[in-house]
């Protein structure tokens, strides 16, 4: 699997780099979220923009985003916006998405910025050429909060991000069953072993799946969303925990 290096920080060698999310809903929460986040082990700290309202306000979106990059000097930060369709707190035109991208990529702020594969299909590219443009790297970004699709379904749909440029694709499911859990570790370690031109980010949610935020290292997940008090998905593992297992688990 290859690997890309953003702020000192391999992603895709080693142990799975861990992300911490903040759901906060307020500047002064999110940016005090920032300052506790930035003492705790961990390499990159996704801020869940949706949780905002004043997200597509181009001042407040400013003032937090250069807030959070002060807070965390040289850990990572990711920004995402989760759409409704896709799992998170709020729906935004094809527009406003664009909007709020345009304007992150361009506060030079973020390492790295969460574009949602499906509901931007048609300007996924440009998107991607607009984060790069501005030195940003990409997390495209697939969510199933009802299923595990087919494994030759996962690997396209992850593929296909590949293709369209994004530097890290990432999929998340729901399984129904263990058999389910087994599918999606199956396609991440495919990935890795034949379409190892990207790291990808992949995860089995809920309890059951809990165990796929673990082996990262193993079977080619670079990266691994861990709880720092407050989850933004089901099924993450708390941080001293993901932090222990990891380590134990480390290959070499």
Not at 153 to 160: D, G, I, S
Not at 232 to 248: F, I, R
Request: net charge negative; glycine share 8%.
């Amino acid at each position: 699997m290859s690997s890309i290096t953003i702020r000192g920080c391999c992603i895709g060698a080693g142990r799975p780099k861990v992300i911490l999310p903040i759901v906060a809903s307020t500047a002064d929460g999110i940016l005090s979220e920032a300052v506790r986040l930035a003492a705790q082990k961990a390499d990159c700290i996704e801020w869940r923009a949706d949780w905002f309202p004043g997200a597509l306000d181009p001042a407040a979106l400013g003032q937090v985003l250069s807030g959070l990059r002060a807070a965390l000097e040289e850990k990572l930060l990711l920004v995402t916006f989760r759409t409704k369709a896709e799992g998170g707190e709020a729906a935004l035109t094809p527009q406003q998405y664009a909007s709020f991208c345009e304007a992150v990529c361009a506060s030079g702020c973020a390492d790295l910025l969460d574009i949602e594969f499906f509901p931007n299909r048609e300007h996924l590219s440009a998107l991607i050429e607009q984060a790069h443009r501005a030195g940003t790297a990409v997390v495209c970004s697939s969510h199933d909060f009802h299923k595990t699709p087919p494994r030759a379904e996962m690997v396209a749909r992850l593929t296909a991000m590949q293709q369209v440029g994004a530097d890290l694709p990432k999929l998340a499911v729901m399984p129904c069953s263990p058999s389910d859990v087994l599918e999606l570790l199956a396609a991440t370690a495919e990935m890795a072993e034949r379409r190892p031109e990207t790291p990808v980010i992949t995860m089995s949610m809920g309890a059951l799946g809990a165990v796929s935020r673990l082996c990262g290292e193993a079977f080619g997940s670079a990266m691994t969303f861990a709880n720092p008090g407050q989850a933004s998905a089901p099924g993450q593992v708390a941080l001293d925990v993901v932090n222990e297992v990891l380590e134990s688990l480390r290959l070499a």
